[in-house]
């Protein structure tokens, strides 16, 4: 019989923490010993408010009712994102979630209406999309079987949502099922002689948490695989060189929208969130190409309504952990490396990272083997999601900041320049392995930011031409209509799952 782990000490709440320990909790039953550990008086860095579809999973392994949630974190409805300004100067695009049009044989839908654009015999990409169309009417309803083989029954989505409130909510859920929440700062990190395993955290108090295994959800300073363990950063400055960003709520505005936003400055961008009782708001920018106090004046000059408390600024650096799991302790979150959130992607790299972990769980011996494994796959998600991400910035063509121009002639990884070149000859997307972002996703974003194209896949031409003219309009009238029937969002929100009122 292998020595099973019993104890599991996770160090910082937040977002991170709690959405750890409660997914450690339900899927463990009780058998373990699962002990939190968090400061009031530690902030957060919690700003992360928009997430990717895969959200919603988590959501219902731990048992988490969505009306209940949404109402709870003044929550609200996600079908995309809107980049405003990426490509050039006043174009803006939407990266959609689901499909975009349907299967007609061989290749992607996505080939077919190249062929047609090259024709002058196709609508805007965006027109074959359910989500794309309904964010642009501002619409929203969840997919229903009732509508058989529709776009209704396909509709893919996910949520805004008070990242404080979430962490609280999930706090809640965790310690129904047996999670310990023990208040305290940690003041010393007990290691074992033999091999350089914690052994233990100590408080202030003088109360001592010895553990087998060690979460790391302790944010940017990583406690214990930084700081204790001294694991290493890998720096993706040189790809990705914004360093700062500022974030203020403002007054909601009288369209609850059904998508994120971010729109391109001269140095970065400013995300747009809008929830419930208020919308989030925050400005990623270089340093090196704008000071704090211009880049404070850029995000306050562009809010929907009146600010509700002051910018706060948050620095950070752009990269990974070496490794995120070392010795017997995983970092999730923050502590394993950042990556900003022009694709929302932060609470979903949390979510892997637990996912990753219940999967390779170990036993009390830290096979090795194991350990590699789960960095090996860590490493891959974060560098796939680094590349769809340095896309945004490389794949512009604006000439009005020294910001964008270096964007648009820095060096990229390889593995991007191979995903760009093989889009330029005929339209082709790969997707390697599990990678986060899909076919439809690197599409969406090479197409929207003017990537140019030679060609596209040779199969397409075995359909004959007005059979799959015909087919696109089938598609374009068909998303038009379902659109059409859907609810407004905010009204949906106000029937369904609105939050109380102060």
Request: charged share 20%; hydrophobic share 40%.
């Amino acid at each position: 019989m292998q020595a099973a782990i019993k104890t599991i000490v996770i160090v910082g709440g937040g977002t991170a923490g709690w959405m750890t320990a409660s997914a450690l909790a339900t899927v463990m039953g009780g058998r373990y010993q699962i002990r939190l550990v968090e400061s009031d008086e530690i902030g957060i860095v919690g700003v992360g408010e928009a997430t990717i579809p895969m959200v919603k999973r988590f959501n219902q392994v731990v048992g988490i009712d969505e009306v209940e949630f949404l109402r709870a974190t003044y929550g609200t409805f996600k079908l995309g994102i809107e980049f405003v300004n990426w490509g050039r100067q006043g174009e803006r695009y939407m990266h959609g979630f689901g499909s975009i049009g349907q299967d007609l044989a061989t290749v992607r839908f996505d080939q077919y209406w190249q062929k047609m654009r090259r024709l002058g015999k196709a609508a805007p990409l965006e027109a074959y999309s359910i989500a794309r169309m309904a964010s642009k009417a501002n619409k929203f309803m969840p997919p229903t079987t009732e509508a058989g083989n529709s776009p209704l029954a396909e509709i893919t989505y996910a949520y805004h949502f008070d990242a404080s409130l979430y962490a609280r909510f999930l706090r809640g859920l965790a310690e129904q099922r047996g999670v310990q929440r023990i208040e305290g700062k940690i003041s010393q990190v007990r290691q074992r002689a033999s091999d350089g395993f914690i052994e233990a955290v100590v408080l202030e108090n003088g109360t001592e948490l010895a553990g087998e295994l060690f979460i790391d959800c302790s944010g940017f300073r990583g406690l214990l695989i930084e700081q204790t363990l001294q694991t290493g950063f890998e720096d993706w400055t040189h790809w990705l060189p914004c360093d700062r960003a500022l974030a203020v709520p403002c007054a909601s505005a009288p369209v609850l929208t059904p998508y994120t936003r971010s729109t391109a400055h001269r140095a970065g961008w400013q995300w747009r969130i809008p929830l419930q009782h208020r919308t989030g708001n925050g400005h990623v920018f270089c340093s090196q190409f704008i000071s704090e106090d211009e880049a404070a004046a850029t995000l306050l000059a562009n809010l929907d309504g009146e600010a509700l408390a002051d910018p706060r600024l948050i620095k950070f650096t752009t990269g990974r952990r070496k490794l995120g799991w070392n010795k017997n302790v995983v970092a999730v979150g923050l502590a394993s490396g950042f990556l900003e959130p022009l694709e929302s992607t932060s609470i979903h790299m949390i979510q892997s990272a637990i996912a990753r972990l219940i999967e390779l769980f170990p036993d009390s011996g830290f096979d090795p083997v194991v350990t590699a494994e789960y960095n090996r796959q860590s490493a891959f998600e974060y560098e796939r999601i680094r590349d769809f991400i340095i896309l945004h910035y490389h794949m512009n063509q604006r000439t009005d900041s020294e910001f964008w121009q270096a964007c648009a002639h820095m060096a990229i990884p390889d593995t991007l320049r191979q995903k760009i070149a093989l889009y330029r000859s005929s339209g082709r997307v790969v997707r390697i392995d599990n990678e986060l972002f899909s076919e439809v996703g690197w599409v969406q974003v090479l197409e929207g930011q003017n990537a140019p194209i030679d060609g596209y896949h040779p199969l397409v031409d075995v359909q004959d031409e007005r059979e799959i003219a015909d087919y696109l309009h089938s598609v374009q009238d068909v998303i038009a209509k379902c659109v059409n029937v859907m609810p407004e969002h905010g009204a949906f929100i106000a029937r369904h799952c609105a939050a109380p009122r102060a």
